[in-house]
């Protein structure tokens, strides 16, 4: 009974969501103040109702209610409450639902928190995001109900996948998807100054925090998903260039080029058609992002569902969604011109190669990405494409990238006048590369010429961060959150680079076969395997290696790897052991038992790769200070009392 | 220098920049391009000598060997039709099994017969099979039918 409850919640949910959209879309057009005030509401019941049925989904997992189709094939009875909890969006129905909580509870925020905007652009605005819900609903409940019953049902389930069976893996995808749908506020925001033919700026205010705050979570998002990649796949990488890692990857580079882009929008009022284009480019990348890991044109711990009707819907909303908002951009940007220049060294130039090259980057992961799809789906062959191309290929754009970063922080809008921080900048530079030099000669003792430049950078860009906060000492309550923002993001870039570089030029990893006492060597660190027991966890038993790692005779710590069986059979899992510092992470896996005493066994030494979580984290930080700026709220009280007026003056025509 | 001299420098620099980078980019590309074989294109001297490609099958029963405390361990990966036996050093992914799926990245040592493989992948779970690889499988009766 209670899971139909559920099913019935869902369908009520997407009536509302219809009624969401003609009351915003077809009320703003007609001017009827009643019908755009019911678009309020109707997001409101929506979102009752979503939570409703998700309550419901997660209730269902709780209670091993295993008559559900859903519950059986993602849940055991062994299965302890919290994974049990997770295991609700641990599969395609449930985190479709998931998708479409997430984007009711944007919506529901979107409604609160903007009542300084205009009631007919806010009403637009709920519109479209109603028409975004409509079509994953309809796409939720004709091809993938979680509630579906299993008749008859069965005594247990099959288990949440192993993998997934893991602390940052139950938080990796709600984070993922708020990020995701996040871009949907964007993209409304910018379908609703399209459909107005707004030609004012006011929109890219209003834009800005939310979008900030979607581009925190999907960093978040994409930050647990590379952290736990590193520790449970047990190859000890952080960043595999799988096209599905790539699907997440894509609307983050693109939507990093649109809160820079909406800054000039908003305090210049330039690039106003290109800001919206890819508004709506960031949130096509979103869908994208979910129909290749959805369709099961892609194979991975992701794809979940390989039923092709579900990709061919996913392709024609993406389709829909895609094609609507360019036929809108085609036919009302021509009208958004904007008048003001600006010179080659003003911060509008800067961002404008920032966004260049951001484009570019999302470009070369998109050819490398979807050529294989496209070559195999016209049967020119099966290639992949090796993860060497995306390490070179993304490396062409970024580097540039972080080198103007350091200048165009200094930069003033309008005009060329760095001057004396130019001078200063200069010298950073030549100091950022004697520090280069001596981390890879002294350091690392091995001259690595990619290590150079990177190291280079990434010191370069960290220093020039610096610059304002330093002079401006004793002053700082002074400069707004807006800048901390910038300035805490771009150190967060700067530490990305350092990690990346540290351990793309001077990890060690090693696949060696170990007996009990032997011993490797790595960076002066002496891995001894001490041999295995047999270990027994809550719903899986393991084998568990011991390994003792000395230094100069002085113990550094003991590593547990293990190789779990969980009891519901399936997958064997790797479980490796890491002793991580700042400076470097040690990681050993365990293999497999090689006959006469011997075991196989991965050993690495990654210097600096925490420094990449790290960035990513001061990244989405900076994000955070930003969308608090005071700006975003003070002018709002000011333009509150405008946009009410003519707000009334619109409504009344 | 007039500013509008300036700028036309600036300009011609963007210019010969992005036109290197794409062509060191799609230099990059062709470079890391992998096809994928199976064990009969690779018997009827279709794989490419000397490049890496992709190569996939099951692995055959009973065919992995390894001498006793040594990484290195050999099998053979077929189609129902033909077989290339591999070898490989390293660590075999979780759902490494004989009779099941499987693709190895690596070279043809055309001196030995042998796939020198670098990566082995195996199916991400017990019901899956890659589709490059069950596109190419040949039943017991259509053998030697074209992939």
New interface residues.
């Given amino acids: 009974m209670i899971p139909e409850l559920g099913h019935f919640a869902l369908i009520l949910a997407l009536l509302l969501a219809a009624a969401q959209a003609i009351f915003g879309l077809v009320g703003a057009s007609r001017g009827n103040v009643a019908w755009m005030r019911a678009a309020q509401p109707a997001v409101t019941g929506q979102w009752v109702f979503l939570s409703l049925s998700f309550g419901v989904l997660v209730w269902s997992f709780i209670q091993f209610d295993f008559s559900v189709r859903y519950v059986a094939t993602t849940s055991n009875s062994l299965l302890p409450l919290f994974y049990r909890i997770a295991a609700a969006w641990g599969g395609h129905e449930g985190s479709l639902l998931l998708w479409g909580l997430m984007l009711a509870t944007w919506s529901v925020a979107v409604a609160a928190f903007s009542r300084s905007m205009p009631l007919p652009y806010k009403s637009r605005v709920l519109g479209v995001l109603g028409l975004v819900s409509v079509g994953f609903l309809t796409f939720m409940l004709f091809t993938s109900s979680p509630f579906e019953r299993l008749v008859p049902a069965v005594p247990d389930g099959n288990d949440l996948n192993p993998l997934l069976q893991d602390v940052a893996l139950a938080i990796h995808p709600p984070m993922l998807y708020l990020g995701y749908v996040g871009f949907s506020v964007a993209f409304a925001f910018a379908c609703a100054t399209l459909i107005e033919g707004r030609l004012d700026v006011a929109w890219a205010r209003w834009a800005r925090p939310w979008t900030l705050a979607a581009w925190l979570c999907l960093t978040i998002g994409i930050t647990l998903g590379s952290w736990w990649a590193y520790y449970e796949l047990g190859w000890g990488g952080y960043w595999f260039w799988d096209p599905v890692e790539n699907a997440s990857f894509m609307p983050w580079l693109m939507g990093t080029a649109l809160i820079h882009s909406l800054a000039v929008t908003e305090k210049r009022g330039l690039f106003k058609s290109w800001t919206l284009l890819l508004a709506v480019g960031c949130f096509s990348l979103s869908l994208l992002g979910t129909f290749l890991v959805r369709s099961g044109v892609l194979v991975s711990v992701h794809a979940f569902a390989t039923d092709p009707a579900r990709g061919l819907f996913i392709l024609a909303f993406l389709v829909a969604v895609i094609g609507g908002a360019l036929a809108l951009y085609t036919w009302r940007a021509p009208a958004l011109k904007s008048e003001a220049g600006f010179e080659l060294a003003s911060r509008e130039a800067f961002l404008l190669f920032n966004n260049a090259l951001l484009v570019a980057a999302t470009g070369l992961i998109l050819l490398g990405t979807l050529y294989p799809l496209v070559m195999d789906a016209m049967e020119l062959g099966k290639i992949s494409v090796g993860p060497p191309y995306f390490g070179k290929a993304f490396l062409i754009p970024m580097v540039p990238l972080v080198l103007l970063m350091a200048v165009g922080m200094h930069a003033i809008w309008k005009r060329s006048r760095l001057g004396p921080v130019m001078n200063l900048l200069w010298i950073l530079l030549g100091a950022a590369v004697a520090l280069a030099l001596f981390v890879t000669l002294v350091v690392y003792e091995e001259f690595h010429f990619m290590g150079l430049v990177g190291f280079t950078v990434g010191f370069w860009l960290l220093g020039s961060a610096m610059v304002e906060p330093i002079k401006r000492f004793g002053g700082w309550r002074t400069l707004p959150a807006g800048f901390w923002g910038m300035t805490t993001a771009h150190v967060g870039v700067a530490l990305f680079a350092i990690g990346v570089t540290g351990v793309e030029s001077y990890r060690i990893e090693k696949d060696i076969s170990l007996g009990i006492g032997e011993t490797t060597v790595l960076e002066g660190y002496e891995f001894r395997f001490e041999g295995t027991k047999n270990v027994q966890g809550p719903n899986y038993r393991a084998i568990e290696g011991t390994v003792l790692i000395t230094r100069d005779g002085k113990q550094v710590t003991t590593l547990h790897p293990q190789k779990r069986f969980y009891a519901s059979g399936g997958n064997p899992m790797t479980e490796a052991g890491i002793h991580g510092r700042l400076r470097r992470d040690l990681f050993v896996a365990l293999g497999e038992d090689l006959g006469a005493g011997k075991w196989s066994m991965r050993v690495q030494y990654k210097p600096l790769i925490r420094l990449i979580w790290l960035g990513a984290l001061f990244m989405a930080f900076g994000a955070a200070v930003s969308a608090m700026d005071r700006r975003y709220r003070a002018r709002s009280k000011v333009s509150a009392a405008v946009m009410t007026g003519h707000a009334a003056g619109e409504a009344a025509r | 220098m007039t500013p509008r001299r300036?700028?036309m420098i600036?300009v011609a620099a963007i210019v010969i920049?992005v036109g290197a980078?794409t062509a060191?980019?799609l230099q990059?590309?062709q470079?890391?391009?992998?096809?994928?074989y199976s064990p009969s294109q690779v018997t009827a001297g279709e794989a490419p000598d000397g490049r890496?490609f992709?190569l996939g099958g099951l692995v055959t029963a009973g065919s992995v060997e390894?001498t006793?405390?040594?990484?290195e361990v050999r099998f053979t990966v077929t189609d129902n039709a033909m077989s290339i036996p591999v070898s490989y050093?390293?660590?075999?992914p979780?759902?490494f099994r004989e009779g099941q799926g499987v693709i190895a990245?690596g070279r043809l040592d055309s001196s030995r017969g042998v796939f020198v493989a670098d990566e082995v992948l195996a199916k991400?779970?017990?019901n899956?099979m890659?589709?490059?690889v069950a596109e190419t499988l040949h039943t017991p009766q259509a053998s030697g039918g074209a992939s």
Avoid: C, Q, T, W
Wanted: no cysteine.
């Fill in positions: 300036k700028r600036a920049g980078a060191v980019a990059a590309f470079e890391n391009i992998m096809y994928f890496a992709r390894r006793p405390g040594d990484i050093s390293g660590l075999l979780d759902l990245h991400h779970d017990e899956y890659p589709p490059e």
